[in-house]
């Protein structure tokens, strides 16, 4: 998770409220993820950006939604919308020279009360 | 097509045996296949992958092993340690750079 860091670590959420997510990176990586696991199962892509000011949605991506203003950042943001948002978040990196590497982040657990 | 599957979905292990961990994929297209490793609470880091042009890739006590022909590879840890208790993640992507991702094994090293 060297150079790319999530915050917070843990979130908690009321029903009905939206949240953001963050995700920074200082590898100069172009393309960035968001995935979403759970207890037991692998990773599921929510959105992903190639290049920015660009995104597209992932498997999951009802009720949630993304930005790409800065090749550093893209914010998860968590709607109400979403039925079940309790979840370990993680944002991943990919690019640099060519390479398809993906690296991760140290996640975000997400806490809906 | 595009899943990938992965056996089993957990493992126990003594210290200084083999573990290995299975997966197979459908789509003839993928070109890539990574290994991560996850610790409970943390982000799974890349362990090591492979690229279908070699039949096995080897890094320390990690091997994998990769046949085309069957669309399967596998991972093998060498004198498993209790530092190896962790979940693994196989994967696979073609040109899109989009990674699939198998269900995860939960490995266990006893002592």
């Known amino acids: 998770d060297g150079g790319i860091t999530q915050s917070p670590k843990y979130l908690f959420r009321k029903e009905g409220q939206n949240v953001t997510l963050s995700c920074e990176q200082n590898?100069?990586?172009?393309?960035m993820y968001w995935y979403r696991q759970d207890p037991g199962q692998g990773l599921r892509l929510i959105y992903y950006?190639?290049?920015?000011?660009?995104?597209q949605k992932g498997d999951i991506a009802e009720g949630y939604s993304v930005s790409r203003e800065k090749k550093e950042s893209f914010p998860l943001t968590v709607t109400s919308a979403q039925k079940n948002p309790t979840a370990f978040y993680l944002c991943?990196?990919?690019?640099?020279?060519?390479?398809?590497?993906?690296?991760f982040g140290p996640g975000t657990r997400l806490t809906v009360l | 097509q595009q899943q990938v599957k992965q056996s089993p979905q957990s493992l126990i292990v003594q210290k200084g045996g083999i573990s290995i961990i299975n997966c197979a994929y459908e789509?003839?297209?993928?070109?890539?296949f990574p290994w991560y490793q996850q610790f409970p609470g943390k982000g799974p880091a890349l362990l090591i992958a492979?690229?279908?042009?070699?039949s096995e890739k080897k890094e320390g006590r990690f091997t994998i092993s990769f046949n085309k022909s069957a669309k399967q590879f596998s991972l093998h840890i060498m004198d498993s340690q209790p530092g190896d208790s962790a979940t693994y993640f196989c994967?696979?992507?073609?040109?899109?750079?989009?990674?699939?991702f198998g269900q995860g094994t939960t490995l266990q090293v006893k002592p």
């Open positions: 991943a990196t990919q690019g640099g020279g060519g390479g398809i590497e993906q690296f």
């Open positions: 590898l100069n990586h172009d393309a």
């Open positions: 950006s190639q290049i920015v000011n660009d995104f």
């Open positions: 789509n003839t297209a993928f070109d890539y």
């Open positions: 492979i690229r279908p042009d070699v």
């Open positions: 994967a696979a992507s073609g040109n899109t750079g989009k990674l699939i």
